[in-house]
C-alpha cells in the first residue's frame, strides 16, 4: 500500500522535515528540508542544547510547511506521521516530537516514534542499494558504531566508540590547529599536502579483540605533538600543520580500517546473499577513509556502498522511510510514547561509554 508520510527530525542540531511516499519496497522523496544551526553555536566551540532546542522549538512547525510545499502536497494527503523520539539532545527531540504529537491529534493521523540511529541504518534500504542483512559503519559527529542490520527492526551492534566519535576528534584536532569548525573537511584539505609518517601517532584499540574504537588518546597525542613543536620552535609552520593532519587522517583510517575488516569477518559468518557494506555519517564524506574502506570491502568481496550525502548526514527522510516501514504493518504508537536522550538501537549490546559533544550516544 503506498502511503505519504511526514516526518521531522530535531536531535542534534540540525531542524528537518520531508514528505516521503511510497512502499518499503520503493519509496519515493517528494522534499527534504534541513535546517542547519551551526551559526548559533559557531561561538561556543560546539552544540549548546539549551540553544539548539529553543531554535527547534521556533523551526520545526516552519521546516513542516517548507517540506510540504516542496512536496507539493497539503496535510489533507498526509497518511502518517513519524518523528525521532531518541537517541539525541533532549530538548531538541522534545521539540520535534510535540510539534509532531499537535499534527498528528489535530489532523487525526497515525504517528510513530522513530528511533535516530534506525533512520541512518536503514537509509540503504531507502536508497534500494542493500538487501538485508548488510553491515553498516555509522560514523559523524555524533554516532560511531557497526551495526548488522538484520531486518527493518532487528539491529545487532557488534562494535563501537568507546569514548569520542571520529567526527568529534576530527573538530578537535581543526580547533588545535586553528582551522575552522566544522573540523572534518578542512583536516583532510589540509592533510592532502602532508607527510602522513612525519608523527608517530597511536591506533588506539588495535590490541584489544572486537570491534569497539578509541578516539580520545589520538586527540591527545595530536595535542601533545603539536605543543612540542610549539615549544620548540615558537609556533606552527603550514607543513607542521599539513603533516598533523595528515598522520592524524592516516591514525583514523588504519583504526577504521582494521575494525571495519574484523567486522566484515564477523557479518561473513551470516553468509549474506550479497554482502554489502553501508557507510553513512558525515566522517563517511572522507576521501581516504572511503578510498581505504572500499578497497578492504573489495578484497573481501563484499559490496561497499555510502547513500548520497544529503542522506548520509541527518535528514528527516531517514526518518520519514523508519517511519513508513512501521506505519504499513498498521503499527502506531500513539500520542503516549516519550523523548528518549538515550535508546539504544540494540538492547542486548552492553551500553556504550562516554557522552560526546553532540549528546549522549547510544
Ligand atoms: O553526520 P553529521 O553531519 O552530523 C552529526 O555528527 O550527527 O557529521 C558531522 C561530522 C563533523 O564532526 C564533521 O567534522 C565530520 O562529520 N566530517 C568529516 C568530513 N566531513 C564532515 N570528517 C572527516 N572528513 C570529512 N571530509
Ligand atoms: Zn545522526
Known amino acids: 500500500m503506498t502511503l505519504t508520510v511526514l516526518a521531522i527530525e530535531s536531535s542534534c542540531d540540525d531542524t528537518a522535515a520531508a514528505v516521503l511516499r511510497g512502499t518499503g519496497d520503493a519509496a519515493r522523496i517528494l522534499s527534504s528540508h534541513v535546517w542547519g544551526q551551526a551559526d548559533l553555536h559557531d561561538a561556543f566551540g560546539g552544540v549548546v542544547p539549551e540553544i539548539a532546542a529553543r531554535a527547534h522549538a521556533e523551526r520545526a512547525d516552519l521546516c513542516v510547511e517548507r517540506a510540504l510545499a516542496d512536496a507539493g502536497v497539503t ?14 539532545l533532549i530538548g531538541g ?23 535516530h540511529l534506525a533512520g541512518h541504518a ?13 553491515l553498516m559503519l555509522l560514523v559523524s559527529g555524533g554516532h560511531c558504531q557497526f551495526l548488522i542490520v538484520e531486518g527493518p527492526d532487528r539491529f545487532r551492534r557488534i562494535g563501537g566508540t568507546i569514548d569520542d566519535a571520529p567526527g568529534e576528534a576530527f573538530d578537535k584536532i581543526a580547533r588545535l590547529l586553528g582551522l575552522p569548525q566544522p573540523g ?12 602522513a609518517g612525519r608523527f608517530a601517532l597511536p591506533r588506539p584499540l588495535l590490541d584489544r579483540e572486537g570491534c569497539d574504537l578509541s578516539f580520545s588518546g589520538l586527540k591527545t597525542a595530536v595535542l601533545r605533538a603539536r605543543d612540542g613543536l610549539v615549544a620548540e620552535k615558537g609556533g606552527l609552520t ?46 563517511a564524506a572522507n576521501g581516504a577513509i572511503r ?20 542522506l548520509c548526514t541527518d535528514n528527516a527522510a531517514m526518518i520519514a522511510y523508519a517511519g513508513l516501514l512501521r506505519l504499513e504493518r498498521g503499527e502506531a504508537d500513539g500520542t503516549g510514547f516519550a523523548a528518549r536522550p538515550r535508546w539504544p538501537l540494540d ?8 557522552a ?6 547510544a
Open 75 to 88: 496535510l489533507d494527503e498526509i497518511d502518517g506521521l513519524a518523528v525521532t523520539a531518541g537517541p539525541g
Open 93 to 115: 527531540v522534545l521539540a520535534g516530537v510535540m510539534c509532531a504529537k499537535g499534527i498528528a491529534v489535530a489532523r487525526g493521523l497515525p504517528i510513530v516514534g522513530v528511533n
Open 122 to 134: 536503514l537509509t540503504p534500504r531507502l536508497t534500494g542499494e542493500a538487501d538485508f542483512p548488510y
Open 184 to 195: 572534518g573537511p578542512h583536516v583532510e584539505r589540509v592533510a592532502a599536502a602532508g607527510d
Open 238 to 283: 603550514r607543513q607542521d600543520r599539513a603533516d598533523l593532519c595528515a598522520s592524524f587522517q592516516q591514525a583514523v583510517v588504519d583504526v577504521l580500517a582494521e575494525k571495519t575488516r574484523r567486522a566484515l569477518l564477523d557479518y561473513l559468518t551470516l553468509a549474506p546473499g550479497r554482502p554489502v557494506i553501508a557507510v553513512a555519517g558525515g566522517v
Open 291 to 310: 578510498a581505504r574502506l572500499s578497497l578492504l570491502a573489495e578484497g573481501m568481496g563484499v559490496a561497499f556502498t555510502a547513500p548520497p550525502l544529503s
Open 347 to 354: 538492547a542486548q549490546a552492553p551500553a556504550m561509554l562516554g
Open 356 to 361: 560526546g559533544r553532540k549528546g549522549a550516544k
